[in-house]
């Protein structure tokens, strides 16, 4: 199954507390690259949010966002820690000191202090089984709907594919009568040019000539190729670093028939092929 890098997920649900909502956002990037932003009474939650995460997906930027709205219960429980208030006014006493035009802290800012406010409503146990379970259920939203936009991203290369395989096998039954046409060519202007060739070497030549110019290998290759994306696109796990290695050998290819190109049809097929390479490059770059 294909999937891509682009995705998005959330859930809210009423937990030990209050109500906890989780938000994961997903875009394409070469490798995962977690971006965590979690409410300050959440932040001890952070290692095992990673390790879920990337449990689950294999590459793109994720954001994650967790926050937890206290109900009113756990509201009027909260006190302050005064001995962290403490901390803080000698501290802000001490700069204003040295520094008599800071501003002094604002009560704002004191409440905002990680650990001024405790809680002893808070179950940490309870509500950390509750965030691993909410998070296990955005995961799973978030992998459904990378899958749905996989299958669109697959259904276009396979596509692309198609129209690949078409140029390929037009162009296939003309190369013979292309090449001796050519061939036969280059005899009559080498014997107007030089009268007293030696038709052995001449001959000789027009064969390597003929064998540099033989494409039948190329577009074999490209044919393995294409056959090679399928099955990838069709197999598990993340497919997105070996289809873009694919590409690059599908080009190498479509390059090499357009220089041994000896024939106008030739080479529109060999542009045709790297247009269609092109497009399906653009779509794999979001393909985990």
Not at 34 to 47: G, Q
Not at 87 to 100: E, G, N, R, T
Not at 232 to 261: P, V, W
């Amino acid at each position: 199954m294909t999937f891509s890098m682009t995705g998005f997920a959330s859930l809210e649900r009423e937990v030990s507390g209050g109500t906890l909502i989780i938000e994961l956002r997903s875009v394409n990037h070469r490798y995962l690259e977690l971006h965590m932003k979690l409410d300050d009474s959440l932040r001890s939650f952070e290692p095992m949010a990673r390790e879920l995460i990337a449990a689950h997906l294999g590459r793109g930027k994720v954001e994650c966002r967790m926050s937890l709205m206290r109900s009113q219960d756990a509201a009027k429980k909260a006190e302050l820690d005064v001995s962290i208030v403490q901390q803080l006014a000698k501290l802000s006493a001490d700069v204003q000191l040295h520094m008599p035009a800071s501003a002094p802290l604002t009560v704002a800012d004191i409440l905002r202090w990680p650990g001024v406010v405790m809680s002893d409503g808070i179950d940490t146990a309870a509500l950390g089984d509750q965030v691993r379970a909410i998070l296990e259920q955005v995961l799973q939203d978030m992998s459904a709907a990378r899958a749905r936009e996989g299958a669109k991203l697959a259904a276009v290369i396979h596509e692309r594919l198609a129209e690949m395989e078409r140029e390929v096998a037009q162009v296939k039954p003309l190369l013979p009568l292309q090449v001796k046409a050519y061939q036969e060519r280059l005899v009559a202007k080498l014997q107007e040019a030089l009268k007293s060739v030696d038709e052995e070497r001449l001959r000789q030549e027009l064969v390597l000539f003929a064998q540099r110019v033989d494409v039948d290998e190329e577009l074999t290759r490209l044919t393995a190729h294409i056959e090679e994306v399928k099955r990838i696109l069709g197999a598990k796990g993340a497919a997105g670093k070996r289809l873009d290695f694919l590409m690059q050998e599908l080009n190498r290819e479509a390059n090499t028939l357009g220089s041994k190109s000896v024939s106008t049809e030739v080479s529109q097929t060999a542009m045709a092929l790297k247009v269609l390479i092109e497009q399906m490059r653009e779509q794999i770059q979001n393909i985990e």
